[in-house]
């Protein structure tokens, strides 16, 4: 269209074992043909010695919206390693926080995740103590260094025991979210 320029938008999946998932490939079926998507799989781009940095950090600047896509691994408190892993060598100082370090500032910033535990289970009564939110805190605060946009996170909780109809909803669901990621406006 004249005048507007695609929205591009940038999913980064962090698991480490696709070919065992059902949540995260149900999200990544919803998706597939949407314009101006890139899935970036980091099992596949990971090299031996980690990620080639200058080229993530190309591709994240080429980019209006990240979505981190991965599955619940919050046991030890983290998200998966390879994604950590990849926030480590690539959110550098001077590329995504400090002096200089602007590029990720006004993206918006989308999370998509999947739990092995019940929504029930989050909160301080449940067995995992803490809610998703208070959980989610130290993406909150990676996003408010980059200066991103935080989206409300996308949760489809109890993996193995949503039904197929739950799942598709949560399909649409994210399929929405990504399609109406228009340009987040510049943070201060
Ligand atoms: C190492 C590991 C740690 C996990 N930790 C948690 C956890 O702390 N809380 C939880 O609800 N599920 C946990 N899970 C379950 C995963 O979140 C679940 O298997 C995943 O979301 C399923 O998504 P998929 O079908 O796309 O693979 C863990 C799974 C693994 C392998």
Known sequence: MEGTTQ??????????????????????????GLPGLTVRDLASVRGAAGFDVE????????HDTVVLRFPWYWYWYSIPGILKEWVDQVLTYGFAYGTGGDALRGKRLVVATSTGGPESSYGPSGHNRFTMAELMRPIEATAHLCGMVLEEPLVVHGARMVDEAELA???????NLLANSKGAARAA
């Open 55 to 62: 080229a993530e950090q190309e591709i994240l600047r080429a």
């Open 7 to 32: 929205h591009r938008t940038l999913v980064i999946l962090g698991h480490p074992s696709t070919q065992d998932s059902r949540v995260n490939r149900h999200l990544a079926d919803a998706v597939r």
């Open 169 to 175: 909803a949560h399909g649409a669901s994210y399929r």
